[in-house]
């Protein structure tokens, strides 16, 4: 069963930054594309950030939220670097892998990169999302 754990959240300092890691477990992260979601206290999920499987990165909206998503297969792991002191980037954080098999709208790394709408929520292609506690980030 795939799995994904968040790790990495904290205090943002003024002028700092954090990392957010997602790791896997017991499978190949690199076979997946893999989406960052951000839930703000009493707002729903919203996706923030994906990157394809080799390596492209995409964002929801611009990059004044200063994030950054990265990946390192031989890692198994997905980044998300912030260094924002907006408080709009507050929240809990989880990860998620496009499982979705196909071509177009069914190509995790097509949706990734041609159609936000579908991932904008989490609710479409997207599973094994992640168990471990979320992460908090505050500024």
């Known amino acids: 069963q795939l799995q994904l754990v968040e790790s990495g959240g904290g205090l943002a300092q003024p002028g700092g930054s954090l990392t957010l890691s997602c790791t896997a477990s017991?499978?190949?992260?690199?076979?997946?594309?893999i989406g960052w979601f951000r839930q703000a206290s009493g707002k729903e999920r919203e996706g923030v950030a994906c990157?394809?499987?080799?390596?492209?990165?995409n964002y929801m909206y611009s990059t004044e939220d200063r994030l950054t998503i990265s990946r390192d297969n031989a890692d198994n792991a997905v980044y998300l670097r912030m260094s924002s002191r907006r408080a709009e980037v507050t929240g809990d954080y989880f990860c998620?892998?496009?499982?979705?098999?196909?071509?177009?709208?069914?190509?995790?790394?097509?949706?990734?990169?041609?159609?936000?709408?579908?991932?904008?929520?989490?609710?479409?292609?997207?599973?094994?999302w992640g168990k471990g506690p979320p992460v908090t980030v505050a500024s």
């Open positions: 017991g499978f190949n992260l690199g076979n997946y594309a």
């Open positions: 990157i394809t499987r080799r390596g492209t990165p």
């Open positions: 998620a892998a496009f499982v979705i098999r196909g071509a177009g709208d069914r190509d995790g790394d097509y949706v990734c990169l041609e159609n936000k709408g579908l991932w904008k929520f989490g609710t479409y292609g997207l599973d094994s």
